[in-house]
């Protein structure tokens, strides 16, 4: 059950904030090629931090370490089968035709194998394939919110939510999205 949301709301410490989010987002999403039942590929940001939110997305996938899975420095192998590996560039291609901005990856990698490139997304809308379906790759789609109230009715408006995650310094803040989340695990 993907397409799990994980939200990052503003704070005031925003240089340390920012890149702890980034990169728990990152592995949300990333994590076993995005083969994964709870894997976090919408990434709701708060509209005041999206830019930075999204340079330093794109750094991390850029970085990620491609390769041979027995490979202990390997930090993304392959897709699963064939069949999955198109599905997934299929979306990639769907994403790319309904407006959203494909930021880096996008593309197989190498001639053998079901690579896929780490692929970000930004300027995602909610009516985007890539919000609302499940892909099971590693595509990470980045949606801009701009308040609490409107981010909660967009994060529940999944037909999956098996997790969701909350990300802010304000324990008080983290505590009310939470609850107000319909997900399995938050």
């Known amino acids: 059950m993907e397409e799990d949301a994980f939200l990052m709301l503003q704070s005031n410490v925003l240089c340390i904030a920012v890149e702890l989010a980034v990169e728990c987002a990152h592995q949300g999403v990333f994590f076993n090629q995005g083969q994964c039942c709870t894997a976090a590929s919408r990434?709701?940001?708060e509209e005041s931090v999206y830019p930075e939110f999204v340079r330093r997305s794109v750094d991390h996938a850029k970085r990620r370490i491609l390769g041979d899975p027995f490979d202990f420095k390997t930090e993304h192998g392959p897709q699963i089968d064939q069949e999955q590996f198109d599905k997934i560039l299929e979306y990639i291609q769907s994403g790319?035709?309904?407006g959203a901005k494909l930021e880096c990856g996008g593309s197989a990698?190498?001639?053998?194998?079901?690579?896929i490139k780490p692929t970000v997304f930004s300027e995602v809308t909610d009516d985007?394939?890539?919000a609302k379906e499940e892909i099971f790759g590693p595509v990470q789609s980045i949606l801009k919110f701009k308040s609490i109230d409107d981010v909660i009715k967009r994060?529940?408006?999944t037909e999956y939510g098996l997790t969701a995650a909350v990300f802010t310094e304000s324990l008080d803040k983290a505590l009310s999205v939470a609850s107000a989340l319909q997900s399995g695990t938050v």
């Open 96 to 98: 790319k035709d309904e």
């Open 128 to 130: 985007m394939r890539i």
């Open 43 to 45: 990434v709701y940001v």
């Open 155 to 157: 994060a529940n408006n």
């Open 109 to 115: 990698i190498g001639e053998r194998g079901f690579f």
